[in-house]
């Protein structure tokens, strides 16, 4: 099975635009999780989707948002950037609602914002 | 506010060494707490915790949570350098801040 895959790998935006990460879970997986990580606050949730659902939903900002697909493929997107959401942006894909045991990560987006 | 802190933030000790580490709670309506192990990007999983007192090993691994006490040890005997990481613990709850809640993580260096 193939693993887990994010796009793009590495991205460089400017303070004011958006940008859209996307995530192709494996195969067979329904659950979509988004995490953020940085130095400073380590790596934190974001959201978790579940059958084009969002079923949980971390401490950020309206400016991050989500969707799934159908395929189960997921979508993230941040208006707005600015400087402190230069981070690596984790996708983590499971059978199961919430099941972190079971989670499988991407290799993960670079964002850097200037 | 839920949070999660590991201890120490970096340890470097040689290979065949023992080490512990650490991860507290405090957390709203507590479901499990998760160890990661991350080397480059992403995390792998290690191990999943949701009852007191009961020992979870793998290998050289093993880790034990206290509830009462609201914190997690991990073990990792006879180091060696592939244990060079980042591990982080994880607790899942019922809190406002949404479900898994990182501690900022323990790196770790193995030295031959």
């Known amino acids: 099975k193939a693993g887990v895959t994010q796009t793009p790998r590495y991205l460089i935006k400017t303070r004011g635009q958006q940008v859209t990460l996307s995530c192709s879970p494996i195969?067979?997986?329904?659950?979509v999780s988004w995490y953020q990580q940085t130095p400073g606050q380590g790596l934190q949730f974001l959201f978790e989707?579940?059958?084009?659902?969002?079923?949980n939903k971390g401490n950020f900002p309206g400016r991050f948002s989500g969707r799934q697909f159908s395929n189960s493929r997921s979508e993230m997107n941040v208006s707005t950037l600015e400087l402190g959401d230069s981070a690596l942006y984790l996708c983590a894909s499971s059978e199961g609602r919430g099941s972190y045991n079971e989670q499988f990560f991407g290799p993960g987006t670079r964002l850097t914002v200037l | 506010e839920d949070k999660v802190v590991q201890s120490p933030l970096s340890l470097v000790v040689h290979e065949g060494d023992t080490v512990t580490l650490n991860c507290s709670y405090e957390v709203t309506n507590f479901r499990s707490l998760l160890w990661y192990k991350q080397e480059k990007k992403a995390p792998t999983f290690l191990f999943m915790l949701?009852?007191?007192?009961i020992e979870k090993k793998s290998g050289r691994l093993s880790s034990i949570l206290d509830k009462k006490e609201l914190f997690s040890i991990l073990n990792i005997t006879a180091t060696q350098t592939g244990d060079s990481a980042i591990y982080l613990c994880a607790v899942e709850a019922g809190g406002s801040q949404g479900n898994l809640i990182f501690g900022k993580g323990t790196k770790l260096s193995v030295k031959p």
């Open positions: 989707y579940f059958s084009e659902t969002q079923r």
């Open positions: 949701t009852s007191s007192g």
């Open positions: 195969s067979g997986h329904r659950s």
